[in-house]
């Protein structure tokens, strides 16, 4: 058995995980006013650097906004938050995320991959091709559900490449942290081998240069997923 390298986190890290829980819990309500950086930094014990970085991160995941000559404030991140603010939500819940948001990420992957395969069946190489059938081989032989939920990450930004269109590999990119999320889900509980087998059969379908029938199996692998035997929630 192989262990991971232990690391302790920073006091950054620690400040900005004490400030997202006060907010997520409630303790610091939308629209409240946070300490400035001097008051939180005696009272936490640390420079006044570690809480300055800390909340220039807190602002890129949209937790909270600096407003000249105000102070600090709790936005309203369910309203104006970003793919960041989701990622820390689901991280504090315990990866806990409602029903209807899961139906509407996977929704909105639904339309996603259908363009993907749609682009990847009209512009595909033969190289191409073989490129996603290797990169289909790789979700099974993975050892592990990190390996493979990076594996199905390389599959289907591989569609978003061969299909030529410059914008859905930044798509995907953008969306990795959420849909890594997700392929986590599915692979604890239904295994690894049920991802490949979808993935092998979108794969043979693509080969075969359908699209009304890629379009059709990505839907019923989805639909699977949202409300059929294999739901992630």
């Not at 289909?136 to 599959?155: K, L, P, Q, R, Y």
Request: glycine share 6%; hydrophobic share 40%.
């Amino acid at each position: 058995m192989q262990f991971q390298k232990l690391s302790a986190p920073s006091l950054k890290d620690l400040f900005i995980s004490q400030i997202k829980e006060s907010i997520l819990s409630g303790q610091l309500p939308v629209g409240s006013r946070i300490p400035s950086e001097r008051e939180l930094a005696n009272q936490m014990q640390v420079s006044r650097a570690v809480i300055n970085s800390g909340f220039d991160e807190l602002v890129h995941q949209g937790f909270i906004e600096i407003r000249p000559r105000q102070g600090v404030y709790v936005t309203d991140y369910a309203r104006y938050g970003n793919i960041d603010t989701l990622v820390a939500i689901m991280e504090y819940n315990g990866e806990t995320i409602r029903p209807q948001e899961i139906k509407s990420i996977l929704e909105f992957r639904r339309a996603v991959e259908h363009l993907a395969t749609d682009e990847l069946i009209r512009m595909a190489s033969q190289e191409d091709m073989e490129h996603i059938g290797e990169l289909t081989e790789a979700i099974g032989a993975a050892g592990s559900i990190s390996e493979a939920v990076e594996a199905a990450f390389c599959f289907q930004h591989g569609l978003a490449m061969a299909g030529g269109n410059t914008i859905l590999p930044l798509i995907y990119v953008s969306f990795k942290p959420v849909t890594s999320k997700m392929w986590q889900r599915f692979c604890k509980r239904y295994g690894i081998q049920l991802l490949y087998e979808n993935t092998k059969e979108l794969y043979g379908i693509l080969r075969r240069r359908d699209a009304d029938a890629a379009r059709a199996c990505t839907d019923k692998h989805l639909d699977d997923i949202i409300s059929g035997e294999h739901k992630i929630y």
